[in-house]
Each structure stands twice: as C-alpha cells, then as structure tokens.
C-alpha cells in the first residue's frame, strides 16, 4: 500500500526542547516537502529536499532544521530556536522536478508546544 | 512575489447544487496549477492538477479550469453533496526552473447541507 505516513499524529513539547517529526514515502518519489498550517492560513514551506543529501530552505526555515540520508525519509527537527511551533506539520513528496510535480501528502502531525 | 487568493473564505449551500470555487493568482507565468482537498485534522489529498498549457482538467463531478492571462482558476463541483464538504485549496507553481515551489491559498471551507 504505497504512501506517505507521518508521526506521531499528536505531538506535545515543552518550552526549549528540540522534537523530531518523522516522514516516510514508500513511492519512490525524489522530492520531499515539509509545509506548516496555521489556522486561517495557506500552507508555508519550511524546507525541500530533491534528491538524497541536498535540502534548501524554503521560506520559514529558521527555527527548524532537517536531513534527507535515505530517498524514503525525510525528518524534521523543530528546535527550541522556533519561536511558535504550535501548528499542524505537514509532508509531501512529489516524482521530481523533471515531472508535473504533482505532489502527495501525508495526514499531517499537530504539534503543540506547552 | 505570487500570491493566491481564495474568496470567499467559507461557503454553505444545499445538498444537489452546482458550485464553483474559484481562485486568483498575480503572476500568469505559472508552470501547473493544483487543487487539494483537506478534511478536518487531516492531510491534503490531490483533487486535479493541471499544466500551463491546459484549459481544463476533468475527475468525476469535478472540473478545474484555468485561465493564465486572467490570473484564474475555477473548480466546479457538480450535483454537490454532503460527503463533499471540505476545505478546498489551490496551489500554484511558478515557471522558474527546479527551484520553484508550490504557494498556496488560505482556502475555502464549503459545507453542503443535506
């Protein structure tokens, strides 16, 4: 059953810890996306990766950072230097750049902070 | 800097009607076009996606149009009904090589009342 999962679903952290959210694709698709939602907002690209070992930044990338060692995975880690990481995460990953770039999501993991 | 714009934000109609959603983007030069729907809590799921040089794309009771000289984009939803009620949300891609991403709307919230 190909897709992409995401975990945990629920996701609680104190003030000043770094989390680890987890992204995995089984579609053999070269791009990964991480995307934040705020309520009554679009979707913001935090980071993109198009290719194993190569990640840039997208456009609300600091506070965050990410790896891309297996094509599959793609993990990121919400430091204690993002200053509101309250908000539903989510991943997607797409064929590539070469291809219509349809992309594919993940049912999304809601971080809040306490 | 592309923006897209969803008005209006959240829409009710009776079980059975045509809809049509729309969407408007501020740069025409776009790569491809797509629309998503998110149910409460969950992921996005890829509803049409369609290319620069196509008018329209078809899936079911659904229709997406685009019009690049006028910066729009239309989705209609036939016969609609309860099950369809969702946020629906576009996305836009720039023609500006591998490094281009999707920027989103904030989305419209439709619930059809049985």
């Known amino acids: 059953d190909g897709g992409i999962t995401q975990s945990p679903k629920y996701l609680f952290r104190k003030e000043g810890q770094n989390v680890t959210l987890s992204c995995e694709q089984n579609?053999?698709?070269?791009?990964m996306y991480w995307y934040r939602q705020d309520p009554g907002q679009g979707l913001r690209l935090i980071y993109y990766s198009q290719i194993v070992n190569d990640f840039q930044k997208g456009d609300i990338a600091e506070g965050y950072s990410v790896s891309r060692e297996k094509k599959e995975s793609f993990p990121l880690t919400v430091t204690s230097a993002q200053k509101n990481p309250t908000a539903f995460y989510l991943c997607?990953?797409?064929?590539?750049?070469?291809?219509?770039?349809?992309?594919?999501f993940g049912p999304g993991t809601r971080l809040t902070v306490l | 800097k592309q923006e897209v714009t969803q008005i209006p934000a959240a829409l009710s109609v009776p079980e059975g009607e045509n809809l049509v959603l729309n969407c408007s983007f501020t740069?025409?030069?776009?790569?491809?076009l797509q629309w998503f729907r998110q149910d409460p809590g969950k992921g996005l799921t890829s509803l049409l996606l369609?290319?620069?040089?196509?008018r329209e794309q078809t899936s079911g009771r659904l229709n997406a149009s685009l019009d690049k000289s006028s910066g729009r984009s239309t989705l209609y939803i036939a016969a609609s009904q309860p099950g369809d009620s969702a946020t629906y949300l576009c996305?836009?891609?720039?023609?500006?090589?591998?490094?281009?991403?999707?920027?989103f709307g904030k989305g419209i919230t439709l619930s059809v009342r049985p």
């Open positions: 579609l053999n698709h070269d791009a």
């Open positions: 996305a836009v891609r720039l023609y500006t090589g591998a490094n281009s991403k999707l920027t």
């Open positions: 369609i290319q620069s040089s196509q």
């Open positions: 740069d025409s030069a776009i790569y491809n």
């Open positions: 997607a990953s797409s064929v590539g750049e070469n291809n219509n770039n349809e992309q594919f």
